[in-house]
């Protein structure tokens, strides 16, 4: 199993050699995206601002708490689509502690590391010693998994959690998950979360009153985006179907590296943009990995986004603010798919 998962990572990073993106140019590009979301709740709705955006004195005056969301920054990735990721990793760095309201804790949702080397772990750790929110959740990505079944990602930071890593906690009135569904990950595959870490949510969530705010986050998305790539988690509907009594339930996760958004009911789901590279859009390319474009296409693939979450009758809208000249998107119902189309330039 890890040989496949290995000669999987190997074929991707053999892929990237001949990718023709202009290095100086993608590296100023992600500086000025900053490629991470805060998220502030206000009466248990929650509403996300990209870092750009939103840096008034009276920002985030109106909110309960707020908090960061990044993910994928694979350190230890050294490849032409970035050969600095450490210094993009600090990028969103510097955004957070330039906000005018520290947030009370960072998410990160998994890919930590490139191939879950100690020394990539180190890196990170010491970068992230830099922000100004200290207290900082993780999960797992398949990447943080490669070389021991994440035995070493559990001893740094999976104390007081249960099974592969999965653990919940509450803050201001907010029920927080974090999930793990990359444990036994075949290449390709869609994520899974497993009988035992199903029956822990379910008894997790239960007795919670039904107003309570929900947050689950993992790093492959909880809802089918695209099987064929793995882009999704097999078992999903099982643990959603946990989480239908409450009236505001967000979730959050990572992997694909690149933001879309949906909304099902009371349920809305984000997905964050990497910090190390984008991926194409579902479908548009051979398989999934870091986004080959030429140079001076590469602004119109990194974007940043506000998604706004707003009550609307019994379900939540989801607003898409683009950047640019690009389409927006607004999902009131929920039953479809939207894709954050933001352009930088």
Same mark, same amino acid.
């Given at each position: ?15 990237l ?35 750009a ?14 908090f ?94 249960? $099974? =592969? ?5 509450d803050?201001?009135? #907010?029920?927080?998950? %974090?999930? @793990?569904? +990359?444990? *036994? ?38 809802w ?7 882009? $999704? =988690? ?8 946990? #989480?239908k009594?409450? %009236?505001? @339930?967000? +979730?959050? *996760? ?63 809208a @989801? ?16 039953r ?10």
């Amino acid at each position: 199993m890890q040989e496949k998962k290995q000669d999987l990572i190997d074929q991707k990073l053999q892929d990237l050699n001949n990718d023709g993106v202009d290095r100086r140019g993608f590296l100023k590009c992600m500086a000025w995206a900053g490629t991470g979301l805060v998220w502030t709740l206000a009466g248990g709705i929650p509403t996300s601002r990209a870092f750009a955006k939103g840096h008034g004195k009276d920002a985030g005056k109106s909110s309960d708490f707020s908090f960061v969301q990044i993910s994928d920054s694979h350190i230890g990735f050294n490849k032409p689509a970035n050969p600095d990721v450490t210094a993009t990793l600090q990028t969103a760095i510097n955004k957070i502690n330039a906000l005018p309201q520290r947030p009370d804790f960072i998410i990160h949702t998994g890919d930590l590391s490139q191939l879950s080397k100690p020394s990539e772990f180190d890196t990170l750790d010491q970068a992230l010693k830099g922000a100004s929110a200290k207290q900082i959740y993780f999960v797992p990505g398949e990447h943080d998994m490669l070389s021991d079944n994440g035995e070493q990602y559990l001893q740094r930071y999976g104390k007081d959690t249960k $099974g =592969t890593g999965w653990y919940s906690f509450d803050h201001k009135g #907010v029920h927080f998950v %974090g999930l @793990v569904n +990359v444990a *036994n990950l075949k290449a390709g595959g869609m994520g899974s979360l497993g009988h035992e870490q199903l029956e822990w949510l379910e008894d997790d969530l239960k007795g919670r009153s039904a107003s309570t705010p929900i947050v689950l986050f993992a790093h492959i998305p909880l809802w089918t985006i695209y099987p064929d790539w793995g882009w $999704g =988690t097999d078992d999903s509907e099982q643990a959603l179907s946990y #989480v239908k009594r409450f %009236g505001s @339930v967000t +979730v959050l *996760n990572g992997h694909i590296h690149q933001i879309m958004q949906k909304v099902e009911g009371k349920v809305s789901f984000h997905t964050a943009m990497s910090t190390a590279f984008p991926q194409p859009a579902p479908g548009t390319a051979a398989s999934a990995g870091p986004m080959k474009v030429p140079a001076d296409q590469l602004q119109r693939v990194l974007g940043i986004t506000d998604v706004n979450y707003l009550v609307s009758g019994r379900s939540l809208a @989801v607003v898409d603010s683009p950047l640019g000249d690009a389409r927006s998107s607004d999902s009131g119902s929920g039953r479809g798919l939207t894709v954050a189309d933001s352009i930088i330039g």
